[in-house]
């Protein structure tokens, strides 16, 4: 039989010495190998949060770009209403002020010396045209106070015109009861013979009626045609 051979204490020692240096070099490398993979799950999740956070930034930046874009298309399309609104009431001013010059030389037509004659001719027409359109035996003729005398002269030059005209008389009575109202430019009002019916010819109507038509004319030859319009009268 063989008998075990005790160890020595050197040899204790340096079985311990071994035993000791093999336990180091394991955890070693094994703290070595959690540490790289400490490191590379660090790097994996560093890459995740910057990449959400590059993300969220691009997304905020997105939004406030395109609430910039916003803000910026309404700013201009404001100024640009707000600048087309000032451009049409310039026009318009400038519109309104032609008419009012033109209503006030109608007003010198029908009150200067120089001019009564010609308006004299205007009234016989006016009163000419409102008779034949009643077509009746009799009609009542309003007009302002002033013109009366003038009124009444045209009122014969109409009867004697209409009667070689029409071949038959009519009756053309001047209403002074009830005049035209103050303010009114001149002309005439023609009313039928019950009044029932009326034909408004005075001077401030006509002047209405001729804006309204030739306010397209006057707008293109004034400032030019309007590109955006797709219909003309």
Known sequence: MSRTHALSDEEVAGELRKMTAFIRQEAYEKA??????ADEEFAIEKSKLVRQETSSIDQAYEKKFKQASMSQQ????TLANKTRLKVLG???EL???LFERARKRLVDATTKDQEQE?????LKDLI?????????KKVQVRAREQDGDLVGRAVESARSEYKDKVHREVE??????EPLEEGCTGGVMILSESGKIDINNTLDERLRILQNESLPAVRTMLFGKNENRKFFD
Do not use: P
């Open 32 to 37: 070595k190998e959690i540490q790289i993979k």
């Open 74 to 77: 309404i700013t201009r399309s």
């Open 90 to 92: 310039a026009r318009q």
């Open 95 to 97: 519109l309104d002020d």
């Open 118 to 122: 010609r308006y004299e001719s205007v």
């Open 128 to 136: 000419l045209e409102g008779a034949y359109a009643l077509n009746e």
């Open 172 to 177: 053309i009575v001047l209403d002074g009861e």
